[in-house]
């Protein structure tokens, strides 16, 4: 029988609600697959600053070292909000990212066809559906590039960052993109702003290069100006969009506003070795927490994404997520996607239903 250790790092708010959800799933994928998922509790974020002072506790990242397979729920809330910046609870997951050497993003932005509606986009752009995975660099570029900082003038100040990116930062994360789009539907469109920045040409010849030994895949590039009108105006265009940091963090969040509520969309960060986070996008909504309003499914889904990534085993994920559209089409909804007419229920309820599908597949 084969055996995984995953770690669970609730933290704070709606974090443990959801995430309790997803080992629910996890569980009945471990009966049906007849695999063993032992999981093991750590503190982090706000809870752990309670308990440690810490957002971040080192006997926390020592047991993601050891034990590979991350699933993280959400942290921060208004008890933390007045800590320095480098104590707050949010530091915590910037600093596993880092410490764990996690540098592709992986966003997946999925419209469900019953929950179109909630697009902000007309229906004919969504007649064909959404299936968009941003692929983003998260180690490098401006926002960790030397030098940086601010001088006074005369006059003002002068601030300063700067953008910097290796050939080989850039090599590793294009081969990612590369590698996922083989099991997608075989094009990576990749994002830069070559007519003006340095590092983007020099994001472009590496990308180039490294499709030379992707045949079977259509590689296009676009500026990221193009590419932001582009999503609106005709997003079944993109397969795989691969890109820095910074236009990653944009651009993954525009994708993710073309699918309606915050609480479907699930990520995943990878890194050289087998280390991987898995997490729902959300913050830990402090104004719903605790009153079972949560949707799990970012969460549930951020499951089926390490069962696809870290367990090699994409027929599981597809079993969840055919298990979410369909109790989505029955009409289950929990309160931050709820129409006149649907079936109300809970975090729990969510959980269960999808759940209890699963067992049904063969
Ligand atoms: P948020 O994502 O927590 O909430 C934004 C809005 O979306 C809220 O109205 C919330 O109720 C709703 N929402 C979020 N997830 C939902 C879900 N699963 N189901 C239903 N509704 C959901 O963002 P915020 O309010 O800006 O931040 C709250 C706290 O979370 C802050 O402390 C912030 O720093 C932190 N945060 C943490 C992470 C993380 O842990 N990765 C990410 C973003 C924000």
Known sequence: MAKYNIVLLPGDGIGPEVVKEAVKVLQVIGDKYTISFNFTEALVGGAAIEETGDPLPKETLELCRTHKYILFGAVGGPKWEDLP?????????????????????????????????????KEEILKNGIDILVVRELTGDIYFGEPRGREALEYGYKAIDTAVYTSREIERIARKAFEIAKK???????????????????????????????????????????????????????????????????????????????????????GERDIAIYEPI????????????????????????????????????????????????????????????????????????IAEKIKTYK
């Open 184 to 270: 997608r539907r075989k094009k990576v469109t990749s994002v830069d702003k070559a007519n003006v920045l340095e590092t983007s040409r020099l994001w472009r010849e590496v990308v180039t290069e490294v499709s030379k030994k992707y045949p079977q895949i259509e590689l296009n590039h676009q500026y990221v100006d193009n590419c932001s009108m582009q999503l609106i105006k005709n997003p079944r265009q993109f397969d795989v969009i691969l890109t820095g940091n910074m236009f990653g963090d944009i651009l993954s969040d525009e994708a993710s506003m073309l699918i309606g509520s915050i609480g479907l969309l699930p990520s995943a960060s990878l």
């Open 85 to 121: 910046r480098d104590k707050r609870p949010e530091r915590a997951i910037l600093d596993l990212r880092k410490k764990l050497e996690l540098y592709a993003n992986l966003r997946p932005a999925y419209l469900f066809p019953s929950l179109a509606h909630s697009s902000p986009l």
């Open 282 to 353: 959300h913050g830990s909504a402090p104004d719903i927490a605790g009153q079972k309003k949560a949707n799990p499914i970012a969460a549930i889904l951020s499951a089926g994404m390490m069962l696809k990534y870290s367990f090699d085993m994409p027929e599981a994920e597809e079993q969840i997520k055919k298990a979410v559209i369909s109790t989505l089409e029955e009409g289950y909804r929990t309160p931050d996607i709820l129409r006149e007419g649907d079936l109300p229920v809970d975090t729990e309820t969510m959980g269960s239903l």
